[in-house]
């Protein structure tokens, strides 16, 4: 009977309750199984390079098989040589909108030696945290998501949309295989926006909403000097000095206080509109007590919030080596310097175009540019010789917090736990502009895990208070209009 | 009755012939001896870390007994727990003049693996090369002495100097006890002029007399960011980053054509004499060709040639580190960056001198300097720290060409070898001036092994052309007025 009358607001959209209101009341009545379940999810070894063993296609059997228990089909969609994506659809006869929600299942490769308080696949609460790999990255939302559906339905929730389930299990290996699934499945994954369940919650322990994340692209820069390291009594007055060489080169690229020098390097770079700058300034302002504990004497950008800062892109020299330093120096003139840096794109800034921008810096500097190690005759050839190789990388994302769809996740979400952080880009870097390409949809983030999760590191933990408050925010998120 | 016809020549100041042919015409008869004698000399291990082991005292006690043969008393000077220096003394009663004869015994440590012509303490001839390890760094002098001691005897040459020699057995571990040894035995070692034969001949394979060589002193400059790495995502455009902060220091110390921009740098730098520079300019041009041989698109010093500008000091970054390059590059912001330097001195310019204006150049671009590692109250209470951590290290020392001794010097080699090679200073560094400190005498390097020796590395090797011209310049420098 009780079935039957939820039924019956469902169909006609008026619920017993709101959805988050359902979560919390399934929470309060069901914990125990909901973290049975969970710790069973958890039990199964999920790196994704371990293709080879079975553990990570037993995580995508475990989902579909936990979707098919509660009525929802669910498959796995394969290409050769990767772990299997799962795709999941709760059809809602009639809707006329669709929103996918994604979250990966793989995590981390682990160091046993360091998880002192639980081995990675043994889940144990402590402190009101489950500790296990991917209890927070990126496990979390899909148990959230599961006990969601379980207390929409026995609340008589039922969605307004259609919806749709995607399930990656190789994003900490960088996805090598998605964008084949999605060229593969286009219209299988089609959805008006693609909601992003991952990533960790404000550091003041509010929840937020991220409309985008920056992108990233790695290049190492190799100046050349004599083809030996050589004496440097003997030569140092005379020989070119590659290590000296490079410091001069990076240091033409960006100055102390943080500035980058390479000619047009913000060209292209769309500005945050008025209500994405007035979201930033609502946001509480936490990163003044971590320059103490970090114990900087200093920080970059003026005093300018780094919620705003990272809107920018940067030059980050990542990592130094020439010959050697400490006991281990030798007095030579070194052979080569290389110097490894990451440019962090903002959306307007298309990686290929950055690249290039540091290309022609270094040949503003009088750099012949190779890309590949350059052999002697080369080196005789021209009195500067500077190698630079680029690796993969991706573009930056960023979602209008204006459009229609993102106010009504706003809504949603804001309806379920009272008022969100709004950020409009993350510091770090998503793959997302893969997804935005081929589906050409709006992409929006949405994480629950405590930011305190130890995240990619060892003692991975969620808390479980992240847990529950991620149960409202889901079922907000599958019911909303 | 020809050796009594020798003495009378001697005791006349008047000998049958000259040093220089003395030595020639002992070493064709006598070839197969001096040979024996010297791979005995040569088998003997002489590493002299292995103090704990017999061999290094072994080759000490080998010189000892040769100079007993030739009827010179040679002894041990000894101090706690190092290898021992050898003294020997070839009285000539009347004398007014001493001259000290410098050698070392001792040998770079070996890599078994890659001598491939023969083992290190193996001695071996091939294509008129010995090879073995000190072959020609530095047991070739010693052996040149002893046979130009006989060659003399028998031809009735006698000095006309009080001759004294000095044999260290700790000089490729930088001499740490030598000081103690030169202190405790200052009486003993008193001399007119030290003639140190060790290095190698000119490149053009032309003998040669070097008037000094440069100091050196190395440091480590250690720049300091967060007390962690950070994600260079979520931290790049905010937190300071150490490794760009090196490099914009490095580069404010020298620049692309080598020019070190450090204030006062060449300050107290002694300027060559005329005759100095006269010697360099006589000297054959051989830097030229190298430039190609080491796949060098262009050389500094605005085409100045090598020998002169090693009469100006130079700072050399020799090594560079901060988090990693490559393969192993993580987008993080480092949390340290180091570059290690060596200085090379010239006359004039104390190390210690030369240290402090570095520390000052640092100071001037906003840094506090410390010494030791900091702690995090230090980095929290400075926009920038930096640590300076300098080991050891030595002045430079150079001899005046226009001396009356040099003169003779000059003299004596020439006159037995025609016209040598005169060099200022040598571009590498000999710990040399702790002898002019305690025994205040002047210098001069007279070097018998061929240049390409392989000195320090495997398959080193003296030319047999080199040992037997080696004993007419040691025969001519013992007979010197």
Known sequence: MLIRLGLLFA????????????????????????????????????VARDIERPFIGKNADWIVAAFAKRGIAARRLTVEKAPPAVFAEWKTPGATQT????????????????????????????????????????????QAMLAAI??????????????????????????PHVREILVRNKELLGADVWLFCDGPQHASRRDQIVFGA??????????????????????????????????????????????????????????????????VAAAPDVSGEWAGELALGRTLGNGER?????????????????????????NVVPSTATASFD?????????????????????????????????????????KVARISSEGGYNAVRTSMDLPISKKV???????????????????????AVFEEILARPLIIVPIANHDNNQH????????ENLWAGMETMAALLAME
């Not at 144990?124 to 927070?136: C, E, H, L, N, T």
């Not at 379980?150 to 990656?168: L, Q, R």
């Not at 130094?320 to 120096?329: E, F, I, R």
């Not at 950055?354 to 021209?382: C, I, N, Q, S």
């Open 343 to 383: 440019i962090r794109l903002v959306k307007g800034i298309d990686l290929k175009v950055a690249l290039e921008r540091v290309v022609e810096h270094v040949r503003g500097r009088g750099y012949h540019v190779v890309t590949k190690e350059p052999d002697a005759a080369t080196l005789r050839a021209y009195p």
């Open 306 to 330: 780094i919620e705003m800062l990272v809107n920018r892109p940067v030059l980050n020299l990542r990592g130094l080596s020439s010959a050697a330093v400490g006991k281990a120096a030798r």
């Open 99 to 142: 929103i996918m929600f994604y979250a990966h299942y793989d995590g981390q490769p682990v160091d046993m030696a360091k998880w002192t308080v639980t081995e990675p696949w043994k889940p144990k609460i402590v402190d009101g945290r489950i500790y296990a790999r991917s209890a927070s990255d990126d496990k979390a939302p899909i």
């Open 457 to 464: 590191s060892h003692n991975e933990n969620l808390r479980l």
């Open 214 to 279: 920056r992108g990233v692209v790695g290049f190492d820069l190799t100046v050349y000097g004599a083809d030996r390291e050589l004496h440097s009594g003997h030569y140092g007055n005379w020989a070119p000095n590659p290590a000296q060489m490079l410091v001069g080169l990076a240091a033409s690229m960006r100055n102390d206080e943080g500035l980058v020098l390479i000619e047009g390097f913000e060209k292209g770079l769309v500005p945050l509109s008025a209500s994405e700058i007035a979201a």
């Open 150 to 175: 379980d207390a929409m339905k026995a609340a008589g929730v039922a969605p307004k949309s259609n919806i749709k389930f995607f399930f990656d299990g190789e994003e900490e290996m960088s996805s």
């Open 11 to 46: 169909v006609c959209g008026l619920a017993a309750t709101t959805p988050g209101e359902a979560a919390r009341q399934w929470r309060a009545a069901h914990e125990k199984e909901i973290l049975a379940e969970y710790f069973e999810f958890l039990s199964i070894p999920n």
């Open 410 to 432: 706003i809504a949603a979400v804001e309806g379920a736990r009272g008022p969100v952080v709004k950020i409009p880009t993350m510091g770090g870097s998503l793959p997302m």
